[in-house]
C-alpha cells in the first residue's frame, strides 16, 4: 500500500558486516599521491588530466560511468568533478566517495564494496544484492538480517508495510 506518486521516495545507504560484492568495479578519481597509491595496489585510476580530456563529452563520461561500479575521488578533486566532468556520473548514480589522505586506500573500497543503498522509485520494486554464492549461511544471514531492518527503517509505517 505504497503510492510512489504520493508518498515521499526514499533512498538510504547502509554498510553490511560482510561484502556482498567482491568483484565490484573500482576507479580511482585522484590526484597524485592517490594516483600513485592506486598504481602500487593495481587499481583503475585517472587523474585531472584524463578527466579534462574528456571535455564534457557525455558519451565519453557515460561510457566511464558505466565501465565501473563506483568512484573514489581525491578530497581536493571531489568539487571540480561536477565542473569538469558535467552532470553524467550524477545522472549515473555513481558520484564519487570521498577519499582523504588519511585513509588507508584498500579500507576504504572495501567500506564501497559492502555499502548497498535503497532507492525506491517511481516502481514499487526494490532489488539489491546482499550476498554471493562463496559466503557462508551465517554471513548471509547476518547481511540480510541487517539490510531489512535498515529498509524497514525507511518505511513510512515500518513493519505494516512489508
Known amino acids: ?3 510512489p506518486q504520493k ?3 526514499f533512498s538510504g545507504t547502509v554498510k553490511l558486516r560482510h561484502i556482498p560484492r567482491p ?3 573500482i576507479c580511482i578519481l585522484g590526484d597524485q599521491q592517490h594516483c600513485d597509491e592506486a598504481k602500487a ?4 585510476h585517472m587523474d585531472v588530466d584524463a578527466l579534462k580530456k574528456m571535455n564534457k563529452n557525455k558519451k565519453l563520461v557515460k561510457k566511464l560511468a558505466k565501465k565501473y561500479d563506483a ?3 581525491s578530497d581536493s578533486l571531489i568539487k571540480q568533478i561536477p565542473r569538469i566532468l558535467g552532470p553524467g556520473l ?3 548514480g555513481k558520484f564519487p566517495t570521498l577519499l582523504t589522505h588519511s585513509d588507508v586506500m584498500n579500507n576504504k573500497i572495501d567500506e564501497v564494496k559492502g555499502t548497498i543503498k535503497f532507492q525506491m522509485k517511481k516502481v514499487l520494486c526494490l532489488a539489491v544484492a546482499v550476498g ?3 559466503m557462508t549461511s551465517d554471513e548471509l544471514v547476518s547481511n540480510v538480517i541487517l539490510s531489512v531492518n535498515f529498509l524497514v527503517s525507511l518505511l513510512k509505517k515500518n513493519w505494516q508495510n512489508v
Open 1 to 3: 500500500n505504497y503510492d
Open 7 to 9: 508518498d515521499k521516495r
Open 23 to 25: 568483484n565490484m568495479r
Open 41 to 44: 595496489n593495481n587499481l583503475a
Open 71 to 73: 568512484f573514489l575521488a
Open 90 to 92: 550524477n545522472k549515473a
Open 132 to 134: 554471493h554464492v562463496q
